[in-house]
């Protein structure tokens, strides 16, 4: 990004070191000879996995132990995947009290809200109470791929049936219950992340042909937006499938243009920068919104569906998408973009859905670059994923702005039943595998708090 060669290094070293455990009194400093940065910043006290609470802290320590360590994975994985496919009472998760229990008490509550309203409130109260500005919450019944064939299929709590022979469907029905019941768990300011292809075989059919969805479907979505405009909250549209991702996308930008108004974005889309056409897909929307006057929501997120999308429409290389993903941001934070210019550029909310440090602090600095020299730029928010990169949503806490602010980031968090959640935590243990340094980086700094807060204890 470009930038004041002082401010990137500064933040980043102050990151990498918040995100490892350690204080920022303890680093030398790097800038002692250059000129200071222009990002104020409040020295943090504590190591980012101090706010955690220490029962949170030990069943971290617990799952990350298991996700770095592949002797120790991969059977878990497997074992996991197995349980995911509907099996008789001995194996079922929600009927076996044994098996229930224990993956409760581990991944689940590692990676999952709660089972029912009152844990999620719970779970939520938690989250806010460590600092972060709010969650992503979202409903886990979804369509789930199958890894062998390109078919979407539905997971085994819904009843099967033939569509066709009546009037509502009872798939679009369910999953209107299912966002509904997520809305009325909001609290001022958090933000609902649907998944559309949750809403069954009718809606994804209209996504992959084309077609526009039924009219119950785009009922439900306005219910639904109108409930979440009534708690002050905010709506990001989850990517999925290349397939339907064309049908998603055009069914948002209707909903932006009713719901993103007088300047905000309460709808938000999400771009995967490992798409080649991502940059031309997001001017074109961008200028939609200019041409209309409706605010642009704009979630970013690298991509999640490698294996089921077609390789050739990926960039080559994990460097390009990175590449991609931070001169979207770049174009994006200085409103210009692809020939959308300066002067007539949309209200944009931003959102950076990632667990990468780097792109983080590199918008983060350039954001608050901007903000310090009084030039135009959009609004900023960052997301991870509940039970994953704890360092990177803390570490960014950390990065106060000169009136002491933190960044608005936020956990997103999966609710429902454990046979429901079981396809999510398949997808969150084979990311932890794939992202082996990351999930070692995360190991190494909750032992050095579990160590802390030992030592603390003989002191
Ligand atoms: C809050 C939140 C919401 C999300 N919502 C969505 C969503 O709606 N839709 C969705 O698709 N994903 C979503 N994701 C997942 C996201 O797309 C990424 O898969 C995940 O976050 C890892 O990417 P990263 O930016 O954290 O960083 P990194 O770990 O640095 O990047 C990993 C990513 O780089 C890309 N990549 C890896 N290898 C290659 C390669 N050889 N060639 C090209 N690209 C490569 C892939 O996209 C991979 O996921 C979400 C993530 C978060 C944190």
Request: net charge positive; proline share 4%; charged share 20%.
């Amino acid at each position: 990004m470009a930038q004041r060669a002082s401010s990137p290094v500064t933040l980043l070293q102050s990151f990498r070191h918040a995100s490892t455990g350690t204080t920022l009194e303890k680093t030398p400093s790097v800038s002692s000879s250059i000129p200071k940065p222009p990002v104020a910043q409040k020295k943090p006290s504590a190591p980012a996995h101090s706010v955690l609470s220490t029962k949170t802290l030990l069943r971290s320590l617990l799952v990350t132990t298991i996700s770095s360590h592949r002797a120790l994975l991969v059977p878990c994985l497997s074992i996991l995947s197995f349980l995911a496919k509907p099996r008789g009472f001995l194996l079922d998760v929600d009927r076996n009290p044994l098996i229930h229990w224990t993956l409760k008490k581990s991944f689940y509550d590692h990676f999952c809200a709660g089972e029912k309203e009152t844990q999620v409130r719970d779970t939520i109260h938690q989250i806010r109470s460590t600092g972060l500005r709010g969650v992503i919450l979202t409903y886990a019944r979804e369509t789930v791929q199958d890894s062998g064939a390109n078919q979407p299929k539905f997971g085994h709590n819904q009843v099967s049936r033939d569509d066709a022979s009546i009037q509502t469907c009872e798939y679009i029905d369910a999953w209107r219950e299912g966002v509904l019941k997520t809305v009325d768990m909001l609290g001022d300011g958090d933000f609902l992340a649907p998944k559309l292809t949750g809403a069954g075989p009718k809606v994804t059919q209209a996504f992959s042909s084309g077609q526009p969805v039924p009219t119950q479907m785009v009922n439900a979505l306005d219910e639904i937006c109108q409930r979440v405009v009534q708690k002050n909250a905010r709506i990001l549209m989850d990517a999925e499938q290349h397939a339907f991702l064309g049908g998603i996308h055009n069914l948002t930008l209707d909903l932006m243009r009713k719901y993103n108004r007088n300047g905000k974005a309460v709808v938000y889309n999400t771009y995967q920068a490992y798409l080649k056409s991502t940059p031309a897909t997001i001017a074109s929307h961008l200028q939609l919104a200019q041409e209309e006057g409706f605010a642009f929501g704009l979630k970013l997120v690298r991509g999640a569906c490698m294996a089921s999308d077609p390789r050739h429409l990926i960039h080559d290389t994990k460097h390009d998408t990175d590449s991609a993903y931070d001169a979207i941001v770049r174009g994006v934070l200085q409103r210009r973009f692809r020939g959308v210019a300066e002067d007539r550029f949309p209200s944009t909310g931003l959102f950076l859905a990632t667990h990468n440090i780097d792109s983080a602090v590199a918008a983060h600095n350039l954001h608050q670059e901007r903000l310090q020299a009084g030039l135009p730029t959009v609004q900023l928010e960052f997301g991870q994923l509940m039970g994953m990169a704890d360092g990177v949503s803390f570490g960014l806490l950390q990065l106060k702005d000169r009136e002491n602010a933190a960044p608005g980031v936020y956990k997103c968090l999966t609710w429902g039943g454990m046979g429901e959640c079981l396809g999510y935590l398949v997808r969150r243990a084979a990311e932890n595998r794939d992202a082996v340094s990351r999930t070692k980086t995360e190991h190494l700094a909750l032992k050095a708090e579990v160590s802390r807060r030992v030592r603390a204890v003989f002191r």
